[in-house]
């Protein structure tokens, strides 16, 4: 009897805020699929032009080659159809479309490895990460260390005046921030309805 080892396709996530090590989470990955002797794409998107054009880049200046596309659709464009493993780093640029093109890869037998972050600057989940999670075999969620009191941190703070949802920036625009010490722009308290005293009450 001949034994079946045909490839089977899944989907690994690794998501948390800036500075958790995304990044060099992913590159440690894909370099250890490369050792196996696996054939390895890495995408990114063009969105990301804070360092390299054609490598992702980690905070810790971690490198590995990588090809731009312009939007999740490229990525299948750009695949050869001999690739075991499809990185993609930052999915929080790509948007909806990431969700698809995943799965289709996946169901094809690619392992797809994909970073991003999971929340963004007001703290709410970001797409396409909540779905991706759902769909996917393995999630990673890393954590970095708050840049006011050192706790884990899992927020993502703007230091910039902006509402934008993507304002690409690194080091300087944002820092880490835990649960405690984040501040997404308005403060927490006027969020919730609690019972205010008449100041003349009092
Ligand atoms: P991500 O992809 O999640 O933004 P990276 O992999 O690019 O993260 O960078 C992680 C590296 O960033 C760490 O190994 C560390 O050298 C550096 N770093 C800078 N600020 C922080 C922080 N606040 N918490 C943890 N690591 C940090
Ligand atoms: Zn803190």
Redesign the pocket.
Known sequence: MELVTGNIGWIEIVC?P???????ELIRRLRRARIARKRVQVFKPALDNRYAHDEIV???DQRLPSEVVNGAQEILQKLDWRTQVVGVDESNFFGPDLVDIASQLADSGKQVLI?GLDTDYLGRPFTPMPELLCLAESITK?L??C?RCGNP?KHTQRLVDSNDLIVVGATGMY??RCRRCFEPGIPKQELMDFAKPQRNSM
């Not at 800036?18 to 060099?24: A, D, I, L, V």
Request: aromatic share 6%; proline share 0%.
């Open positions: 948390g800036m500075f958790s090590g995304k990044s060099e980690s905070h810790g970073a890393t970095a260390i840049m941190a820092e880490a």
